[in-house]
């Protein structure tokens, strides 16, 4: 059973306008939720993450919402630029810092 | 420059051979990790070390073998059980004492097997 869902496989946006990218997990053991931002034929970068304690971490044009009475963060990029075209994973993270990844997100933010 | 490297970028094998895929980091973090990414999907955790000469199975461990003899170096063997090793292979290092526990990347390995 996959503990870490991304359910829509692609998202597409107007640059300026918001991305809002989802991600729903099942166990409640998980401490960190973390986004990667992942190239064709790269490695994930880190991009930005959560504590279970918090519900909302900022950097810039990404915000990070945790609601874990429903299990589910969501990423919010805004705004969107044709340079955040690419694939994004949610990742959860327990105790002994091993992460579970969802099956990603295609963002393509036209111009 | 600090990083990950993994060697080489594109790999290819005859079906039956085991295959050795380098990882190497000068970012002093303890913990590393191998994963899988096939088509379409996320990346599936293979093996991790969160210290020198100990390793722990991930979800998909059959069919692969790890070392890890210095903090630097973590090595993944794909052998011949593997019932279907061609795919994309991600190393990855995280330092024990970070605030957010993220994972720091290699470029990959494709591995293709004919």
């Known amino acids: 059973d996959q503990q870490v869902k991304q359910n829509s496989p692609s998202l597409s946006v107007q640059e300026g306008r918001i991305s809002i990218l989802n991600c729903d997990y099942t166990n409640s053991m998980f401490d960190y939720f973390l986004w990667y931002k992942k190239y064709p034929a790269e490695g994930p970068t880190f991009l930005i993450s959560?504590?279970?304690?918090?519900d909302k971490n900022e950097d810039g044009r990404f915000t990070v919402f945790l609601n874990k009475s429903a299990k589910h963060l969501s990423l919010h990029i805004v705004p969107s630029q044709p340079g955040d075209s690419a694939v994004y994973f949610c990742?959860?993270?327990?105790?002994?810092?091993?992460?579970?990844f969802g099956d990603g997100t295609t963002l393509t933010v036209k111009p | 420059d600090g990083g990950i490297t993994q060697s080489p970028k594109y790999l290819f094998r005859k079906e039956g051979q085991n295959v050795t895929l380098s990882c190497e980091q000068n970012l002093n973090h303890d913990a590393m990790y191998w994963y899988r990414q096939d088509p379409g999907q996320g990346l599936r955790l293979i093996y991790y070390s969160q210290i020198v000469n100990d390793f722990q199975k991930g979800d998909i461990a059959e069919g692969y073998s790890v070392s890890r003899e210095k903090k630097e170096s973590f090595p993944l063997t794909v052998t011949s059980a593997q019932k279907n090793p061609t795919a994309f292979y991600l190393c990855?290092?995280?330092?024990?004492?970070?605030?957010?526990?993220?994972?720091?990347f290699g470029p990959g390995t494709r591995l293709t097997v004919l």
């Open positions: 959560i504590s279970s304690i918090k």
């Open positions: 990855a290092s995280r330092t024990t004492a970070g605030a957010y526990n993220e994972q720091f």
């Open positions: 990742a959860a993270s327990d105790g002994a810092g091993k992460s579970t």
